[in-house]
């Protein structure tokens, strides 16, 4: 397929030329770490940083390079991974093209850099690593220092789909995947992003280091029922547990002068907790949230149940993350991952709903 038929994009009959602020995602092909290495000093993850390679930094320099090319565009946030980089862009008035057409710019940028050192690449295996013979043997006779054996330079890292001869060495893209894009359109959404952008590097060491709470676990099986999950399944095994779903009814008797059910319904809620209920629910209110909020500040446990599958390398969201590498939480999904999901609907708050009160009837 052509690449102009392959380049989608989320909102295709949007031209996103106007004023806006967008958080952009791109992926190394295949996850390779080519754009550095994460160094974790004295297995702190609030220590944790992200040491670029020499084409990890050449990456950088192409992103700032864009309001050189877009005056219209600037850079508030750059955070460059092992295997992706987060950018997000405030176009601060309207332009000639649209967005899709500067990250387009950026992604050709970086594919003309992938390409030469992935070629650069094949050169050094083919002149460093190819020699055979007796002069290869001589030579590997000689290397008797382990830990200069065990040393690997970032050159030979191999990039190629194949490893034929340097004519034919045809490289995967840098970024084989299509851009992600997200318009930044709700009040506390940029700052929300913007802590998520400066706190990777963290949130990547805190996953390294406590890889049993943030692996994917399938097949997780409740009264009949099969969940995946995120987090410690541990507090499934809780002697208590109880559902939290305020009811329409108390909303509506509290916004008519009768808030006492409401706010008893939810201070019970957290009694439960601190009694020792693990509390099960999608949280989906802004009730239910507010409870999940004490629940998160008083460091207390809670099962969350989630509209939407989980996807490879998936993170909690900021307000959960901490809380699952701490045990504290576990997330559930009844369903997989579907990509085209964006909002909840209320045949899914009705069901995430009933699966709460299912569960918390179920183990206690």
Known sequence: MA????????????????IGIYHVTLTVTSRQPLLGTLVIPNNNPAQARVE??????QVKDCVQEIPKHHPEVRIIGLRMMPDHVHIILYVTRSMPCSIKEVVRGFWQG????????????????????????????????????????????SRAIPFCTNKAPEANCRPDPLFAEMPFIRPMSRRGQLKAMIRYVQLNPQRLATKRLMPGFF??????EINGRSYDGVGNTVLLLSECFAPVHVRRTMVYAAEHGTPNPLRDYMNGCVTAARQ??????????PQEIQVMEVLLNKQLPFVYLADNGFRDYYKPQDSLFDACAAGRVLILSPWQYDAAKRHITRADCKMLNTLAEEIAQHLS
């Open 3 to 18: 690449e102009q038929e392959q380049w989608h994009w989320q909102e295709p009959a949007t031209a996103w030329r106007g």
């Open 110 to 153: 970086a594919k003309k850099l992938g390409r030469q050192y992935s070629l650069s690449t094949h050169q050094y295996n083919m002149l460093g690593n190819g020699r055979c013979g007796n002069e290869r043997k001589e030579e590997a006779a000689n290397e008797n220092n382990e830990t200069d054996k065990q040393k690997t330079d």
């Open 215 to 220: 692996r994917v676990q399938k097949g997780i």
């Open 52 to 57: 670029l390679s020499p084409l990890g930094a």
């Open 276 to 285: 020792g209920a693990v509390l099960v629910s999608p949280f989906i209110s």
